[in-house]
Antibody, heavy 115, light 113 residues
Framework: QVQLVQSGAEVKKPGASVKVSCKAS????????FNWVRQATGQGLEWMGW????????GYAQTFEGRVTMTRNTSISTAYMELSSLTSEDTAVYYC????????WGQGTLVTVSS | DIVMTQSPDSLAVSLGERATINCKSS????????????LAWYQQKPGQPPKLLIY???TRESGVPDRFSGSGCGTDFTLTISSLQAEDVAVYYC?????????FGQGTKLDIK
């Protein structure tokens, strides 16, 4: 069965970077785009960007342009999202999701930014 | 960017009654070459990731109960739950995937009256 399993919770200081992983199983990793979505506590869903795991092509929301990098390692069927220059406003649960109309989601990774 | 606006922000419906959530996009999300509306609906329960209910505005995802239906075209869309069940209490989001950024509506919180 299709699964997306994300890395564990992170606590970071302001100005640091965080890298979240998303390991896919149960399907051909390169067949579908990945999207990354975040959600601050009690807030709505915010789309961050997409990555084609076959080509490595990416597209980022302007809000995150220059601060986010989405990559992959096809040999281990894992997608990554790295966010730099963290502030307290980046405290949120970060989700990876398969496809634009996202049929499978990771369990979420809580990233807390605190001094 | 396409702005997605849901209404209402919250609603309470009696068990067994119909619930209707609306979603309006600031631009058409209908791709004329394939006549598909690039609009999805998700359900999110506390502590869980969103769950895809509907895509192409009206296609039910596999395993989703048939009391959930989507309709609409162009810029105006509706999610209908025909007979509300207790397990349907959740926040519902629409999302356009017509053009990046793939924006979400602000969410609609659905409760039991």
């Amino acid at each position: 069965q299709v699964q997306l399993v994300q890395s564990g919770a992170e606590v970071k200081k302001p100005g640091a970077s965080v890298k979240v992983s998303c390991k896919a199983s149960g399907y051909t990793f390169t067949s579908f785009d990945f999207n990354w979505v975040r959600q601050a506590t009690g807030q709505g869903l915010e789309w961050m960007g997409w990555m084609n795991p076959n080509s490595g092509n990416t597209g980022y929301a302007q809000t995150f342009e220059g601060r986010v990098t989405m990559t992959r390692n096809t040999s281990i069927s894992t997608a990554y999202m790295e966010l730099s220059s963290l502030t307290s406003e980046d405290t949120a649960v970060y989700y990876c999701a398969r496809k634009a109309a996202s049929d499978y989601w990771g369990q979420g990774t809580l990233v807390t930014v605190s001094s | 960017d396409i702005v997605m606006t849901q209404s209402p922000d919250s609603l309470a419906v009696s068990l067994g009654e119909r619930a209707t959530i609306n979603c309006k996009s600031s631009q058409r999300v209908l791709y004329s070459s394939n006549n598909k509306n690039y609009l999805a609906w998700y359900q999110q329960k506390p502590g869980q990731p969103p769950k895809l209910l509907i895509y192409w505005a009206s296609t039910r995802e596999s395993g989703v109960p048939d009391r959930f239906s989507g309709s609409g075209c162009g810029t105006d869309f509706t999610l209908t739950i025909s007979s509300l069940q207790a397990e349907d209490v959740a926040v519902y989001y629409c999302q356009q995937y017509y053009s990046t950024p793939y924006t979400f509506g602000q969410g609609t919180k659905l409760d039991i009256k």
